[in-house]
């Protein structure tokens, strides 16, 4: 593993243990070099997912952008880094386990406000507002009631 610091090629392991409810393995690492320590983490990638955006793109999956976008709508709510990565990862592998390469964004959206209703109201309506595109105060209201029935 290259340092990211100086980009010297001989880093070593100083501790591995497991992350992520065992989906993945944390690992502490030190450049023999610059004497920097850096945190990688290792998942296992069933098959290389590719996202079709409703404006016909085809771009690669990133984890990271679905990490920032529940971020976003988690943000100052009583969900902590742990779980969002557990919410996350059981995404990610509902997403492999579909079994196709090509995933819809509409797909990927229901998941994750899933994942959120299940985690936290608030956080599901933040997330539902963009990605249902609320446009006004009704929109939300008729959300919040059926979401008030629902949980009823």
Request: hydrophobic fraction near 35%; charge should be neutral; charged fraction near 35%.
């Amino acid at each position: 593993m290259r340092c990211p610091f100086c980009g010297h090629e001989d880093t070593q392991v100083k501790d591995s243990r497991p992350a992520e409810d065992n989906a993945a393995i944390r690992r502490r690492r030190v450049c023999g070099h610059c004497g920097a320590r850096f945190t990688t983490f290792e998942r296992a990638q069933l098959r290389e997912l590719v996202v079709a955006k409703t404006n016909g793109l085809r771009e690669p999956f990133e984890r990271e952008k679905l990490v920032r976008s529940m971020k976003i709508a988690l943000n100052k709510r009583p969900v902590d880094d742990e779980r969002l990565e557990q919410m996350v990862s059981s995404i990610v592998r509902q997403l492999e386990a579909l079994g196709e390469n090509e995933i819809t964004t509409s797909i990927i959206g229901e998941h994750v406000m899933q994942a959120l209703r299940a985690a936290d109201h608030v956080a599901y309506v933040r997330y539902a507002s963009v990605y249902r595109d609320f446009r006004s105060p009704g929109d939300f209201e008729e959300f919040v009631d059926t979401l008030k029935k629902e949980t009823n």
